[in-house]
């Protein structure tokens, strides 16, 4: 079976388990039949092992505490404290084709979260992070609004077009990007760097 690299993914309410589940774009739903056909796809998908870390933190809903690995995604609507992210970037920084972290949707918020080795933060628009710790080679990327972040020991933070990154420290180690589109206000730079 051939991959493709650039494979999207959404999430599909399952009726017959009564969650959200994700979905390949190239999904359709065309019809009782067809309908019935992803159902049964999709039941068959949230019974695979892999796909049952996976946790979606529904608006209003507030999760305290919590660890992501091992290709794991939380899926943030509503609130999501004292998390710590150990995957998502295993493919590089800041590269769309990895899997697995936290993403932080519309209306999501995340706080006092830690992002340490190969860890990745994803603030979508209309997201907000605060009180983000990154460290030992983890990695935030903006779309959406973090504020008061801290980068050490290799942690990047990669501000995207929409992005806003304000307040951020950048310890010895730590790296900013801030991309065409993106704005940093307030960065504190404490022998850290900071690029374009």
Same mark, same amino acid.
């Given at each position: 079976?051939?991959?493709?690299? /650039?494979?999207?993914?959404?999430?599909?309410?399952?009726?017959?388990?009564? !969650?959200? +589940?994700?979905?390949?774009?190239?999904?359709?739903?065309?019809?009782?039949?067809?309908? =019935?056909?992803?159902? $049964?796809? $999709?039941?068959?998908? *949230?019974?695979?092992?892999?796909?049952?870390?996976?946790?979606?933190?529904?608006?209003?809903? !507030? +999760?305290?505490?919590? *660890?992501?690995?091992?290709?794991?995604?939380?899926?943030?609507?509503? *609130?999501?404290?004292?998390?710590?992210?150990?995957?998502? $970037?295993?493919?590089?920084?800041?590269?769309?084709?990895?899997?697995?972290?936290?993403?932080?949707?519309? &209306?999501? @918020?995340?706080?006092?979260? #830690?992002?340490? !080795?190969?860890?990745?933060?994803?603030?979508?628009?209309?997201?907000?992070?605060?009180?983000?710790? @990154?460290?030992?080679?983890?990695?935030?990327?903006?779309?959406?609004?973090? +504020? /008061? *972040?801290? $980068?050490?020991?290799?942690?990047?933070?990669?501000?995207?077009?929409? &992005? =806003?990154? #304000? &307040?951020?420290?950048?310890?010895?180690?730590?790296?900013?990007? =801030?991309?065409?589109? &993106?704005?940093? !206000?307030?960065?504190?730079?404490? #022998?850290?760097?900071?690029?374009?």
């Amino acid at each position: 079976m051939k991959r493709h690299l /650039n494979t999207s993914y959404r999430l599909v309410w399952n009726h017959i388990t009564g !969650t959200l +589940v994700v979905a390949s774009e190239l999904a359709r739903s065309r019809g009782k039949r067809a309908g =019935v056909a992803v159902a $049964l796809s $999709l039941a068959a998908v *949230t019974s695979v092992p892999a796909l049952a870390a996976d946790k979606v933190v529904q608006a209003g809903e !507030t +999760v305290n505490d919590g *660890t992501l690995t091992n290709h794991d995604n939380q899926i943030v609507f509503g *609130t999501a404290n004292g998390m710590t992210i150990s995957t998502g $970037l295993e493919l590089g920084p800041d590269s769309e084709e990895n899997t697995g972290g936290q993403w932080i949707q519309n &209306g999501g @918020i995340a706080g006092n979260t #830690t992002v340490t !080795t190969n860890g990745r933060q994803v603030v979508l628009e209309g997201g907000t992070a605060s009180d983000t710790v @990154i460290r030992d080679g983890g990695g935030q990327s903006l779309n959406g609004l973090a +504020v /008061n *972040t801290t $980068l050490n020991n290799r942690g990047e933070q990669w501000v995207h077009e929409g &992005g =806003v990154a #304000t &307040g951020t420290i950048i310890n010895r180690d730590g790296y900013q990007s =801030v991309k065409s589109g &993106g704005l940093a !206000t307030g960065t504190i730079i404490n #022998t850290g760097a900071e690029g374009g």
